[in-house]
């Protein structure tokens, strides 16, 4: 009962890390553009994602080390050195639009400013860092992420033509605005194989004292849960494509992707995608300070864990607190939130080797993980992420500056 | 032993557990008869940021005298402390007396405890 009560909550809480601005923006981007057309890019991040995240945890209930501080062991300090400054840079450019993100969400539900909200939600995100335990952020904020099932019922409700929507799930070339097409099918692969998300679950994964008996719940939470997510990102792009699309409404701004909600419930739709936007963003914001702050403890061999009272682990503390202080800076002067995120999911593609390459090293090694290291299924497929992830490198800034 | 794989950059904890840091950095003494060997382990910004390059590791020293513990140079821990390398190594001292943690317990001091909430509690 145990166990299945920690699959049901991992499940759970695997959408607080999959769906937040970056996901939901882009997949309603997507259907508001192209219709169903860029599905196939949300199933194929999502598939990568549960490989990559059922790797994590593994790596970390085999060899009771994170994924940082085998990096560093493994590939020395100035590789790592290399890997901290790509890897904390994007994740700081995300933080920025998460907290945007909230500040959006406010803004739609009381009238006033996001800017105005920066500094507010900044105290309260590092409130809960400050005062709460891992307990608390993975399993409590993000069971407040279950409102965006939301989303699914304002597909549903839409009658989708199932058939054609199943069509969107293979590739397929668009003949106009090539650039955008590829514009936004790298950006939802950059918001959904988040390279800060497998940080974040190795290291919970350690602070939740998971070891070799865990394997199959790893498996069981990495599959359901991810694919959970991965179906709301889904029903995002598919209520954009049928409320969105039809009037010719490209979402550049986040007021047009709360339109996405009001054909379907036009009573509550915009409370609805506001409160669904607070807490998906509320709880990526946690999980991405909480990932830096990992990142610099793990990587510098500091003290660190968010169970701990913050005067044990003062340099993982101080951390998170500056990563969130400075965050909110550009916010307070008004920067686009959705902008942030467009540039943060471009980015996130396009330092994607650097976080994939050294991890399907580690992934065989025998000195970690012995008889658990990869077997030829999963290096196949992280062999195949490689080289989505060069492709992506390669293609999305040229993308950005043509369609972005 | 293989020193890089095994030793450098490795997570080092005190006698008690306590994580006090990496190894930085490894001493070595050449003599004219005798086979090279590793005398220290070292601690610190200084010889860390040294592998990158020479301007990081003097930037880190400048930062460490105008702001924190004070601390000149890296820390130097003797080889024959050394209990255990493997996943991590472990040495036969208090990490609280080597100088290892003094800027974790300086910016406690300094900055976390000054904040509420950031040490009177218990542990959860």
């Known amino acids: ?302 003290n660190w864990s968010e169970n701990l009272t913050p005067s044990k682990d003062s340099r993982f503390c101080l951390t998170y607190t500056i990563i969130i202080l400075i965050a909110a800076v550009p916010l307070v002067f008004g920067i686009d939130p959705i902008k942030v995120t467009m540039i943060s999911m471009a980015l996130t593609a396009a330092t994607l080797p650097l976080a994939i390459v050294p991890f399907l090293f580690l992934m065989n090694d025998p000195i970690y993980l012995g008889e658990h290291r990869n077997g030829w299924i999963s290096n196949s497929v992280v062999a195949i992420i490689i080289l989505i992830s060069f492709v992506l490198a390669v293609i999305s800034i040229p993308l950005q500056i043509i369609g972005g | 032993m293989d020193l890089i794989r095994d030793v450098l950059d490795k997570k080092l904890v005190d006698r008690e557990d306590c994580p006090m840091g990496r190894v930085d950095g490894l001493v070595m003494q050449l003599g004219e008869h005798s086979q090279p060997r590793i005398t220290h382990i070292e601690i610190g910004g200084q010889t860390l940021w040294m592998r990158l390059h020479p301007v990081f590791a003097r930037l880190a020293v400048k930062l460490g005298r105008a702001w924190g513990p004070k601390r000149d140079g890296s820390v130097r821990i003797p080889w024959s402390r050394v209990i255990t390398t493997g996943k991590q190594v472990k040495l036969d001292v208090e990490a609280k007396e080597t100088g290892a943690i003094d800027w974790e317990i300086w910016i406690a001091r300094h900055i976390i405890e000054r904040i509420p909430g950031g040490g009177e509690e218990e542990e959860e």
């Open chain 1, 1 to 302: 009962m145990k166990k299945f009560m920690q699959i049901a909550l991992g499940i759970v809480t695997s959408v607080g890390g999959f769906l937040e601005i970056g996901s939901v923006t882009t997949a309603a981007q997507a259907g508001a553009t192209f219709g169903y057309k860029l599905l196939w890019a949300v199933l194929l991040g999502t598939i990568c994602l549960i490989f990559l995240v059922e790797m994590s945890g593994r790596f970390s209930a085999v060899s009771k080390h994170t994924i940082v501080d085998a990096t560093r062991e493994r590939f020395g300090f100035p590789f790592f050195a290399i890997v901290l400054v790509g890897m904390v840079l994007v994740a700081f450019m995300v933080l920025v639009a998460e907290l945007g993100g909230i500040g959006l969400s406010l803004q739609i539900l009381t009238g006033l400013g996001f800017p105005w909200w920066a500094v507010p939600v900044s105290f309260v995100v590092w409130l809960l860092m400050w005062k709460g335990t891992f307990d608390l952020i993975e399993n409590g904020v993000s069971l407040l992420g279950l409102v965006t099932i939301c989303f699914v019922v304002a597909a549903v409700k839409l009658h989708p033509d199932w058939h054609a929507a199943a069509g969107g799930l293979l590739p397929s070339l668009e003949g106009d605005q090539k650039a955008k097409y590829g514009f936004i099918a790298v950006s939802i692969l950059g918001a959904s194989i988040s390279p800060y998300l497998m940080y974040f679950y190795s290291s919970g994964a350690i602070e939740d004292k998971w070891d070799v008996s865990y394997i199959p719940i790893n498996r069981v939470i990495a599959v359901f849960g991810m694919s959970f997510g991965g179906f709301l990102s889904m029903a995002v792009l598919i209520t954009a494509a049928l409320a969105l699309k039809p009037y010719g409404i490209d979402i550049e701004k986040f007021e047009q992707a709360a339109l996405l909600m009001t054909t379907a419930l036009p009573k509550w739709g915009f409370f609805l995608f506001a409160v669904s936007m607070l807490f998906a963003c509320l709880g990526a914001a946690l999980e991405i300070s909480l990932a830096i702050s990992y990142f610099f403890a793990q990587g510098f061999g500091w």
